[in-house]
């Protein structure tokens, strides 16, 4: 017998069942871009953790198909659904280690420490199985042994020292945790307990179990096979065609309203088997078009409450099929036609992975090439602000809808000129701002993973400062091999010995780990050179530093020297020799450089934040 239920995230994990992944599921594919959407649809349902869970109606997050283990009662065997289990576990582990981190404050009252602990409360039993004295046993998930993203799991749960070693390439999984880690951070001591009691009790699955494989793959098929589902775009297309149908509309008008919505609909899509959320592109469209700012979930009473005219119907529909056309094109990564520096996208979109940034472009998609490329430039640094300032990810949808209602309303009352100019001061102004906290954050903050290696925020802040502050598009190529460019270790990651930790200026091997993933102790080369580099002296590294055309490594070995005697490239030099170049004494690459190096990179990143990159 089938069963299908729906359960809270509490209620998944408050049992004594292993979950199983077999070895037919596919590897783990979620990453950073569907983490960061999860908690924005947390952050959107919960209105900012503003509300109690309580009052809250709830967020579905999916299906997950389970089937009974035969030879256990004590397991259920996923066959849907494991990405939502594995990150939901993580999740759990990720919130113990932020609470604990706020329970052993040295500040807190007794009273303060009390609160965390019961909040800790049953947290571990979503991520593991204990005994009566609490004595851990075993992972609540347990990936089978072809699953090598299984064993990244388990040193995440249980750090495995056989696991680490083994695993030195940084891997999905692990990136989901990182993330995870980043966005609880965000939290402030008041919205971490309404969180945590919304993903317990309101945050829901549903749970199917079937009682054979052959059933369960029987409904899978059916899960996946079932058809288009009917998304909130049908349901205002019906809404819509009523609103005609009052006013006795034309068979001429009911062939404009059809095309323009079949072109409008195709302009979503991003290949022939994927297509752009429709909700998420009207939730755009709205605070482009109108500074609205619209929770997806209300979308459809939106549009029922305009209640718009016949005419206003096809002007509405128009409007969505002109601004879908260059939104999917965006979407799709085709960039030429919007600006001449198509580099400038690939680093907002590609590099950036700023999907709200649409919402910052839309007001401007039919201006002139010198406005558009304005407004991508300043989205480009607003979002690295935001970024590498360790801000909430939510940031820009929270502040660009109002913005953009204060435009459209100058734009009526005194023209382009004057709105134009009102908001990309107001946007500047966001920049300074976040540009400082992103140098404060940026300067001493350790940029690593749970194994001890370096994390994907410190590549990308590297490349971001090549790409954008020097215009070098080679270090976004992700293609050609032997062309990427990876992350290497001045220092190295592992100290050759006692005496190379005295050496290289620190008193203890654990000092010395407080510096090695700092962003000071970070070079890009290009992944050949990589492996051959791993345990060479500074000297030797230098040699490879100094051939290097990236110019943030090439500073490592010496100022760089222009051929050119005057003009932009020799200013350019001059700003890079003064803001990274660093003295390396003795040919050895101590904890006093990569100090010095942090706090100089630190320094260089708000300058380009506030200034803008090369022109």
């Known amino acids: 017998m089938i069963t299908s239920e729906i359960q809270s995230i509490f209620n998944v994990f408050n049992n004594n069942y292993v979950y199983e992944i077999p070895d037919f599921q596919r590897d783990f594919v979620w990453g950073e871009h569907e983490v960061t959407q999860l908690f ?3 952050n959107e349902d919960t209105e900012e953790f503003t509300k109690e869970s309580s009052l809250l109606d709830g967020y579905l997050l999916g299906n997950i198909v389970l089937i009974n283990n035969d030879a256990t009662t004590a397991s259920k065997i996923v066959i849907d659904g494991q990405q939502r289990l594995t990150t939901l576990s993580l999740l759990y582990k990720v919130l113990e280690e932020t609470i604990d981190h706020r329970l052993h ?15 800790r409360g049953e947290l571990n039993k979503g991520y593991g199985l204990f005994d009566d004295e609490a004595n851990f046993k075993n992972s609540k998930i347990q990936h089978h042994k072809s699953l090598e993203f299984g064993s990244i799991y388990r040193h995440i749960i249980r750090p495995d020292s056989s696991a680490k070693n083994s695993l030195q390439q940084s891997s999905q999984i692990e990136e989901v945790y990182e993330v995870l880690k980043e966005e609880l951070s965000k939290l402030s001591d008041q919205e971490l307990p309404k969180f945590v009691n919304y993903i317990k009790h309101k945050v829901m699955l549903i749970v199917t179990t079937a009682p054979t494989l052959s059933k369960a793959f029987q409904l899978f098929e059916i899960l996946n096979n079932r058809g288009k ?22 068979e001429d008008e009911r062939d404009k309203f059809t095309e323009l919505w079949r072109k409008f609909n195709d302009n979503l899509a991003l290949n022939s088997k994927k297509k752009i959320e429709s909700s998420t592109f009207l939730k755009h469209y709205l605070v482009g078009t109108t500074g609205e700012n619209v929770r997806k979930d209300k979308l459809f009473n939106y549009y029922s409450e305009l209640n718009p005219s016949k005419e206003n119907v096809l002007m509405m529909v128009s409007e969505m099929h002109d601004v879908s056309y260059t939104y999917g094109k965006l979407e799709r990564k085709e960039f030429d036609g919007f600006i001449k520096n198509t580099h400038l996208l690939d680093i907002l979109f590609k590099l ?39 801000t909430q990810t939510n940031y820009i949808e929270a502040e ?33 701002e976040k540009a400082k906290l992103a140098k404060d954050a940026v300067s001493t903050r350790r940029f690593e993973n749970t194994r001890g290696n370096y994390n994907k925020k410190g590549y990308d802040l590297l490349r971001f400062i ?37 050496d290289s200026g620190f008193t203890d091997i654990e000092e010395y780990k407080e510096y ?64 990274l170049f660093v003295q390396a004494e003795e040919g050895i690459w101590t904890k006093e450089n990569i100090h010095a190096r942090s706090e100089k990179i630190a320094l260089y990143l708000e300058l380009i934040l506030t200034k803008g990159g090369s022109k």
């Open 40 to 42: 924005k649809d947390f």
């Open 516 to 579: 090695v993933n700092r962003i000071g102790n970070f070079a890009l080369i290009h992944n050949d050179e990589n492996s051959a580099l791993s345990n060479k002296s500074f000297d030797q590294k230098r040699l490879v530093y100094a051939r290097s055309s990236i110019w943030t490594t090439q500073v490592l070995n010496s100022m760089l020297v222009s051929t050119m005697k005057s003009g932009k490239e020799v200013h350019q030099y001059e700003v890079i020799n003064e803001s």
């Open 466 to 502: 090549e790409s954008y502050g020097h215009l070098d598009s080679a270090v976004l190529l992700t293609s050609n091999r032997s062309k990427k460019i990876t992350l290497e270790h001045i220092m190295p990651r592992t100290p050759v010995n006692q005496e190379f930790i005295i």
């Open 105 to 119: 404050r040295k500040e807190n009252s007794i009273e303060t420490m009390q609160k965390w602990m019961n909040m």
């Open 229 to 250: 589902d009917l998304e909130p775009l049908d349901l205002i297309k019906n809404m819509l065609l009523k609103n005609l149908a009052k006013e006795h509309y034309s």
């Open 400 to 432: 660009i809808p109002s913005l953009i209602k204060k435009y459209y309303a100058t734009l009526d009352r005194e023209g382009s000129d004057r709105a134009y100019f009102q908001f990309t001061n107001e946007l500047e102004r966001r920049i300074q």
């Open 352 to 390: 950036l992975s700023l999907k709200q940034a649409q919402t910052i472009l839309i007001p401007f998609y039919n201006e002139s090439e010198q406005r558009k490329s304005e407004v991508v430039d300043l989205a480009i640094r607003l979002g690295a602000s935001v970024i590498f300032s360790y």
